[in-house]
């Protein structure tokens, strides 16, 4: 693969390098202080969408598709105007054992209120941008941006964004530092014209409410018997009592080495 700066595109691909760039210098190395604020741009409706879908053609692994039903496309860049990433979300997927156990919605909640979930199908930082926790921070500040855009265009306000992560490539480091919640895996199954198939890869589900937890982001009475939400906000919660508890024990640290003592073949 080549560099997202230096890199040549077919002529089918509608892009070269210059249009990577932006007339913009390339990031090799940068800390994440030099590339802030983030600039989102949602290009689905904009002539840069054929940009947007170059780009990740080239350089996300699943390549790329349409993007059915609803569906925004961002391209990212740095306050100089740099381009770093590109990120694709679209309608939730239909059904999805660990995610409808972690909300704990009925089959005809799940059809009401499916709309409000939207599935991060699409996250690629272009080569070349090496920019340590970008991707944990761009995942962030993406949220708000979100929000505003598909309730502004769709006319529905968002709930919960849940998203899969290959973990034969990848370890969800960016996701979970960025406060998703790991909640299951999927079962192996893709979509196709025809209904689902099995291709056995699975891949680890996450998610992330909108709200306190993953039932009252629906306004759920019942919480599920599976309280992944649960847990994760209460562990959340104690992190600042554990930072202390680590300090004291720290500051009373006794560095002198314990008195010696023998340990003969009886002991043992």
């Given at each position: 693969?080549?560099?997202a ?20 210098p ?12 983030l ?53 939730s ?122 039932s ?23 992190v600042?009592?554990?930072?202390a ?24």
């Amino acid at each position: 693969m080549k560099d997202a700066c230096s890199g040549t595109m077919s002529h089918d691909e509608s892009l070269d390098a210059a249009t990577v760039a932006m007339g913009a210098p390339c990031l090799r190395t940068a800390p994440l202080s030099q590339v802030r604020p983030l600039r989102f741009e949602e290009v689905s409706r904009t002539a840069d969408r054929r940009r947007w879908d170059a780009l990740v053609r080239r350089y996300h692994y699943l390549g790329y598709r349409n993007l059915v039903g609803m569906h925004l496309k961002y391209l990212i860049y740095s306050s100089r105007g740099n381009l770093l990433a590109a990120t694709g979300w679209s309608s939730s997927v239909w059904k999805l054992k660990s995610r409808d156990l972690a909300i704990g919605w009925s089959a005809p909640e799940r059809r009401r209120l499916l709309g409000s979930v939207a599935n991060n199908s699409r996250f690629v930082i272009f080569p070349g941008v090496k920019i340590p926790h970008l991707a944990s921070h761009l995942l962030a500040q993406q949220i708000g941006h979100l929000k505003k855009d598909w309730e502004s265009k769709y006319g529905v306000r968002l709930r919960i964004l849940e998203t899969f992560v290959d973990p034969s490539r990848f370890r969800g480091t960016s996701y979970r530092a960025a406060n998703w919640i790991c909640v299951g895996r999927t079962q192996g199954y893709a979509k196709t014209r025809n209904g689902f198939e099995y291709h056995g890869q699975t891949k680890e589900v996450y998610v992330y409410p909108l709200s306190t937890n993953l039932s009252e982001a629906f306004g759920l009475q019942h919480h599920p018997e599976i309280a992944v939400d649960h847990r994760y906000y209460k562990a959340l919660a104690q992190v600042e009592e554990r930072r202390a508890q680590m300090a004291i024990a720290k500051a009373g640290w006794n560095t002198k080495v314990a008195p010696s003592f023998s340990v003969d073949e009886d002991d043992l």
